[in-house]
């Protein structure tokens, strides 16, 4: 059974840091892309970052130079740094593999004030 237990979410302020963890079991690891989503209140989730398993990765234009998704595949985690935060950047993040995508966390809120 694919789970996925996502942490590291806080209140910050602007300009802030947080790194968000990705706690990952039930399949095998180092051979699935990984993502990062975000749902902002009366928003759709969006994929902000992915990384494959040979560790490519792709940013949404709105994180790209403040965010760096990685993994560890000896863990079986995968990670979300996000530096200088803004608060449109506020929401609830939640990580996902892309290889299996109907698996969901319960996500980690992020809240950045201004």
């Known amino acids: 059974q694919v789970q996925l237990v996502e942490s590291g979410g806080g209140l910050v302020q602007s300009g802030g840091s947080l790194r968000l963890s990705c706690a990952t079991s039930?399949?095998?690891?180092?051979?699935?892309?990984m993502g990062w989503y975000r749902q902002a209140p009366g928003k759709q989730r969006e994929l902000v970052a992915r990384?494959?398993?040979?560790?490519?990765?792709n940013y949404a234009d709105s994180v790209k130079g403040r965010f760096t998704i990685s993994r560890d595949d000896a863990k079986d985690m995968v990670y979300l740094q996000m530096n200088s935060l803004k608060p449109e950047d506020t929401a609830v993040y939640y990580c996902?593999?892309?290889?299996?995508?109907?698996?969901w966390g319960q996500g980690t809120q992020v809240i950045v004030s201004s």
């Open positions: 990384i494959t398993f040979s560790g490519n990765t």
């Open positions: 996902n593999n892309l290889d299996y995508p109907a698996y």
């Open positions: 039930g399949f095998i690891f180092s051979l699935n892309a």
